[in-house]
């Protein structure tokens, strides 16, 4: 049962503790995760995450915004999610995928309120899924039950996998959604699949305006390392014939035209080296046949397109920076829609007619808000006050800064200065590095997670966010630049930056740390290894070893495209880009945060690590979450990642002891 439940604010009793949030008040913050308007215009889905301490999970639950009149109410709840809104056509049913059996299925439900009916009972759960434009049918797509031979395998010989060969492949299937609802378990309609067997597995799909053909994006199987087989497929639902579209991919994320005449998709256009080349929007007839390129002059990736009678609408990064962009389908002109130039929009959602959009957005020191405009005359109205909660707190500032690397690239970063700032002081400097290496850090408030910076900065700190060469928002040449060049090219952006405020004035040479997770991980492993410039260093899930990473991640090619080389062909380039090659400089207290299940960054680049310091002496301590892959998404686990770093850097930069440091957060 979904029943209404109200969820306290994040400040209603914090002010009373501290001007500083918490750890866990950070965490426990609220904040929108995406948005769905209605085709009508009327009504705005959006999921807003909240976090369940009891159950140890960050949930997410559905709420209703009109517009018109500003009224807004929670739609769902309970102790697991509910996400992914969809509206049904007549704008009168609302569709979204929940867990709270389990299984991740598909639920409808009056946006009114009420019960909702669950639609699908999948052994393994459904993936993505749409209503067909006549209102009809649910597409999505699921594994379906496990086969019948792995099951008997298991019985027989117990678990165990046979790696790049057990797949389970997703395939699309098609439920008519009854005109009554709500439903017992006994009438509910049993789905039809549309694809089948093991020559590749779907992942998105969007339907033709008649309601007759489903467009979908497979690959020859689910393995990360096979994108580049992504391809464009289409589906009679008739006779379930299924035509390729596509080659020279990767292409994904197909679109119809508004009359079903043509396709709109993203496309590499058969770059080899796609990871850091620019996507681009292609166009090409519903049937198949020659493609045109609509967007070869942008530079930058498009996402979330979305074509109507008005055109084609696609979002984009640009620096620290977010836009929705409108582009002719005939002429291919783009203009961009949002504004002012430092503005930060994503997950844009229009309505059927295009003249109306909603969205997520923020300008620089704000937090991000459910917004609608019209879409050709761009003009927000703020929906959601989800700064709200913040308030009464004092919170660090935020600012874009920039300076030249060592071979004259212009690099930009955030830099974040503590609420009673004083000019002409220095301040101890604390690096926190995103990863990606395509990510990038923007001035807009977020809720702190892995690292506490507004901790750090009421301690005393000032930080600096580095969009290091590769990050996305820059062009594909700025993407490129650190191609071969892996860690030595993003430490020199890195150590750049930190000379730049040194030389402004503003921070302490002797008292600069750095962080980061992932590709962040991997450049703090780097600064750990390659400089005696830090006092203090965290390595988050990070690449000690490209050789260690390359044989045992679960993506093979991104190594292979950004080192151009496998280890048994350059070795060279293995070596000079790897931080274990250069530990016997390594001086620097290294924090090593892993979780022990990483398929991303296996573990083993953490072990590596470790014990290469602890032979050289260097202090070092390694902590392995249990039971996390690359991320570390659980809350209480979070709290631990926040906890541990903060202990860490209030050690080594603030010369406090273990004890002083875990208690500082709580008083």
């Given at each position: 049962?979904?029943?209404?439940?109200?969820?306290?604010?994040?400040?209603?009793?914090?002010?009373?503790?501290?001007?500083?949030?918490?750890?866990?008040?950070?965490?426990?913050?609220?904040?929108?995760?995406?948005?769905?308007?209605?085709?009508?215009?009327?009504?705005?889905?959006?999921?807003?995450?909240?976090?369940?301490?009891?159950?140890?999970?960050?949930?997410?639950?559905?709420?209703?915004?009109?517009?018109?009149?500003?009224?807004?109410?929670?739609?769902?709840?309970?102790?697991?999610?509910?996400?992914?809104?969809?509206?049904?056509?007549?704008?009168?049913?609302?569709?979204?995928?929940?867990?709270?059996?389990?299984?991740?299925?598909?639920?409808?439900?009056?946006?009114?309120?009420?019960?909702?009916?669950?639609?699908?009972?999948?052994?393994?759960?459904?993936?993505?899924?749409?209503?067909?434009?006549?209102?009809a049918s649910i597409a999505f797509t699921s594994t379906g039950p496990e086969a019948k031979s792995k099951k008997d395998r298991k019985e027989k010989y117990g678990d165990f996998e046979i790696v790049t060969g057990d797949y389970a492949m997703s395939h699309l299937w098609l439920l008519k959604v009854p005109a009554d609802i709500p439903l017992d378990a006994k009438a509910r309609p049993k789905p039809e699949a549309l694809t089948h067997g093991n020559t590749f597995t779907v992942s998105d799909f969007t339907w033709a305006p008649d309601s007759k053909r489903i467009a979908f994006t497979a690959a020859k199987d689910p393995d990360l390392g096979s994108r580049d087989t992504s391809e464009i497929y289409l589906v009679n639902l008739s006779d379930h014939f299924v035509k390729k579209l596509t080659s020279k991919g990767p292409n994904d994320n197909p679109v119809w035209s508004?009359?079903?005449?043509?396709?709109?998709?993203?496309?590499?256009?058969?770059?080899?080296?796609?990871?850091?080349?620019?996507?681009?929007?292609?166009?090409?007839?519903?049937?198949?046949?020659?493609?045109?390129?609509?967007?070869?002059?942008?530079?930058?990736?498009?996402?979330?397109?979305?074509?109507?009678?008005?055109?084609?609408?696609?979002?984009?990064?640009?620096?620290?920076?977010?836009?929705?962009?409108?582009?002719?389908?005939?002429?291919?002109?783009?203009?961009?829609?949002?504004?002012?130039?430092?503005?930060?929009?994503?997950?844009?959602?229009?309505?059927?007619?295009?003249?109306?959009?909603?969205?997520?957005?923020?300008?620089?020191?704000?937090?991000?808000?459910?917004?609608?405009?019209?879409?050709?005359?761009?003009?927000?109205?703020?929906?959601?006050?989800?700064?709200?909660?913040?308030?009464?707190?004092?919170?660090?500032?935020?600012?874009?800064?920039?300076?030249?690397?060592?071979?004259?690239?212009?690099?930009?970063?955030?830099?974040?200065?503590?609420?009673?700032?004083?000019?002409?002081?220095?301040?101890?400097?604390?690096?926190?590095?995103?990863?990606?290496?395509?990510?990038?850090?923007?001035?807009?408030?977020?809720?702190?997670?892995?690292?506490?910076?507004?901790?750090?900065?009421?301690?005393?700190?000032?930080?600096?966010?580095?969009?290091?060469?590769?990050?996305?928002?820059?062009?594909?040449?700025?993407?490129?630049?650190?191609?071969?060049?892996?860690?030595?090219?993003?430490?020199?952006?890195?150590?750049?930056?930190?000379?730049?405020?040194?030389?402004?004035?503003?921070?302490?040479?002797?008292?600069?740390?750095?962080?980061?997770?992932?590709?962040?991980?991997?450049?703090?492993?780097?600064?750990?290894?390659?400089?005696?410039?830090?006092?203090?260093?965290?390595?988050?899930?990070?690449?000690?070893?490209?050789?260690?990473?390359?044989?045992?991640?679960?993506?093979?090619?991104?190594?292979?495209?950004?080192?151009?080389?496998?280890?048994?062909?350059?070795?060279?380039?293995?070596?000079?880009?790897?931080?274990?090659?250069?530990?016997?400089?390594?001086?620097?207290?290294?924090?090593?945060?892993?979780?022990?299940?990483?398929?991303?960054?296996?573990?083993?680049?953490?072990?590596?690590?470790?014990?290469?310091?602890?032979?050289?002496?260097?202090?070092?301590?390694?902590?392995?979450?249990?039971?996390?892959?690359?991320?570390?998404?659980?809350?209480?686990?979070?709290?631990?990642?926040?906890?541990?770093?903060?202990?860490?850097?209030?050690?080594?930069?603030?010369?406090?002891?273990?004890?002083?440091?875990?208690?500082?957060?709580?008083?």
């Amino acid at each position: 049962m979904f029943k209404l439940r109200i969820w306290p604010a994040l400040c209603a009793c914090a002010v009373a503790f501290s001007q500083t949030p918490t750890i866990d008040q950070s965490l426990s913050s609220k904040q929108p995760t995406s948005v769905e308007i209605s085709p009508d215009g009327r009504y705005v889905a959006y999921s807003v995450q909240y976090t369940n301490w009891e159950e140890n999970s960050f949930d997410d639950q559905i709420w209703i915004a009109i517009p018109a009149t500003g009224v807004k109410y929670q739609l769902t709840s309970g102790k697991k999610s509910s996400q992914g809104p969809k509206w049904s056509p007549d704008s009168k049913r609302l569709a979204f995928k929940s867990d709270r059996d389990g299984k991740s299925q598909v639920y409808v439900i009056s946006p009114a309120g009420g019960e909702a009916t669950q639609l699908t009972a999948e052994e393994n759960g459904v993936g993505p899924f749409d209503w067909s434009p006549d209102g009809a049918s649910i597409a999505f797509t699921s594994t379906g039950p496990e086969a019948k031979s792995k099951k008997d395998r298991k019985e027989k010989y117990g678990d165990f996998e046979i790696v790049t060969g057990d797949y389970a492949m997703s395939h699309l299937w098609l439920l008519k959604v009854p005109a009554d609802i709500p439903l017992d378990a006994k009438a509910r309609p049993k789905p039809e699949a549309l694809t089948h067997g093991n020559t590749f597995t779907v992942s998105d799909f969007t339907w033709a305006p008649d309601s007759k053909r489903i467009a979908f994006t497979a690959a020859k199987d689910p393995d990360l390392g096979s994108r580049d087989t992504s391809e464009i497929y289409l589906v009679n639902l008739s006779d379930h014939f299924v035509k390729k579209l596509t080659s020279k991919g990767p292409n994904d994320n197909p679109v119809w035209s508004p009359d079903g005449r043509e396709i709109a998709y993203t496309t590499a256009n058969g770059v080899e080296f796609h990871y850091y080349a620019d996507t681009r929007i292609a166009i090409m007839p519903a049937d198949g046949g020659p493609s045109r390129l609509a967007t070869a002059e942008f530079d930058e990736d498009p996402r979330s397109v979305s074509w109507g009678p008005d055109g084609i609408y696609f979002s984009a990064q640009q620096k620290t920076d977010s836009h929705v962009f409108h582009m002719d389908p005939k002429s291919l002109a783009i203009r961009r829609v949002s504004a002012p130039e430092h503005y930060s929009v994503s997950g844009a959602s229009f309505s059927k007619d295009q003249k109306t959009m909603a969205f997520l957005a923020a300008s620089s020191n704000r937090f991000r808000e459910l917004y609608t405009s019209s879409a050709r005359d761009f003009a927000p109205k703020q929906l959601t006050n989800f700064g709200d909660d913040w308030k009464g707190f004092k919170l660090a500032s935020r600012e874009v800064v920039d300076w030249k690397s060592a071979d004259g690239t212009a690099i930009e970063g955030i830099l974040i200065k503590p609420a009673d700032y004083v000019t002409g002081r220095k301040y101890p400097l604390l690096v926190v590095i995103h990863g990606g290496p395509t990510g990038v850090d923007t001035p807009v408030m977020t809720s702190d997670r892995y690292y506490p910076i507004e901790r750090f900065a009421a301690k005393g700190a000032v930080i600096l966010k580095v969009n290091y060469r590769g990050s996305a928002g820059y062009g594909e040449k700025f993407r490129s630049l650190n191609v071969r060049n892996l860690g030595l090219g993003d430490y020199a952006d890195v150590i750049s930056g930190v000379d730049s405020l040194i030389a402004k004035g503003i921070v302490d040479k002797d008292r600069v740390g750095a962080m980061g997770w992932s590709q962040g991980g991997y450049i703090s492993a780097f600064i750990t290894c390659y400089s005696d410039r830090f006092k203090a260093v965290s390595v988050g899930a990070g690449i000690s070893d490209w050789m260690t990473y390359y044989v045992n991640t679960d993506i093979h090619p991104f190594t292979r495209q950004y080192l151009k080389a496998t280890p048994w062909d350059d070795p060279e380039i293995y070596q000079k880009t790897s931080p274990i090659f250069y530990v016997k400089n390594a001086k620097t207290p290294t924090l090593i945060q892993h979780g022990d299940q990483d398929k991303r960054v296996p573990p083993a680049n953490a072990f590596e690590l470790y014990q290469a310091l602890k032979d050289r002496g260097v202090p070092a301590k390694l902590i392995l979450y249990k039971g996390f892959g690359h991320p570390i998404n659980k809350p209480k686990q979070q709290r631990a990642v926040m906890e541990h770093n903060y202990d860490w850097f209030s050690q080594y930069i603030w010369g406090e002891t273990a004890d002083v440091a875990a208690t500082a957060d709580s008083q």
